[in-house]
């Protein structure tokens, strides 16, 4: 499973990027906003600091501005994956530029039926929001795993996409639930590396070294 970052930060992005696990960003209108610059010159940004695919979301909701848009996100860059909505017109769109040989991501899917017309365009990924679906009293994870579980047994072709995760457990249970990417905020993915016992131990390892280098500072 492929570990993303949903973000607009550079900051963010480059520290991840530098651990060497970074496989791709997700972004949507609302992250990009949060950075208060233009828009075009913070995908272009991102666009070159991240090798993996990097989704960038229309926002007109019209057919025709949509899939202009679309062709104009497309054209930024290489990696460049164009995230429409789960709706009509996202479907139609989606279809047109996947016939084109665009890579797209539908987004804002909440349930296996929605994955499945996902599919049935030919989309590249298809973005299940676990997380939101949890906020409702629904089950975004058992969600996951019957799409996950639909595309084995129909096989489809488009990569599940394991999105609004909250915790470091969603990212394991997307894992072990067969989604190909997981996609996370910073303060998730800082999450994952973090464990007690790790920064017990390699204090300890410290402590026990420098004792060493001591008695050997000593017996010199």
Request: charge should be negative; aromatic fraction near 6%; glycine fraction near 8%.
């Amino acid at each position: 499973m492929k570990l993303f970052l949903d973000t607009a930060s550079i900051d963010e992005i480059r520290e991840i990027n530098r651990w060497g696990v970074l496989g791709g960003v997700t972004t949507n209108p609302s992250l990009v906003a949060k950075e208060a610059d233009d828009p075009a010159r913070v995908w272009k940004e991102i666009l070159s600091e991240v090798e993996g695919p990097i989704s960038l979301e229309t926002t007109e909701l019209e057919i025709e501005p949509m899939y202009e848009q679309g062709v104009d996100l497309a054209q930024m860059a290489p990696n460049a994956v164009v995230k429409v909505p789960m709706t009509p017109n996202g479907l139609t769109v989606g279809k047109r530029l996947t016939d084109e040989g665009i890579k797209v991501n539908v987004t804002l899917v909440f349930s296996p039926a929605q994955a499945i017309l996902a599919a049935e365009i030919g989309a590249y990924i298809v973005s299940p929001f676990l997380g939101r679906l949890d906020d409702v009293a629904a089950d975004g994870m058992d969600a996951l795993r019957k799409i996950c579980g639909i595309y084995e047994v129909q096989g489809y072709e488009t990569n599940v996409l394991a999105a609004s995760l909250r915790h470091p457990m969603h990212v394991v249970d997307a894992a072990l639930a067969g989604a190909d990417i997981a996609t996370m905020p910073y303060s998730v993915f800082t999450q994952l590396v973090k464990h007690p016992l790790t920064d017990v131990g390699l204090e300890k390892f410290l402590q026990d070294w420098k004792s060493l280098q001591k008695e050997l500072r000593k017996g010199a």
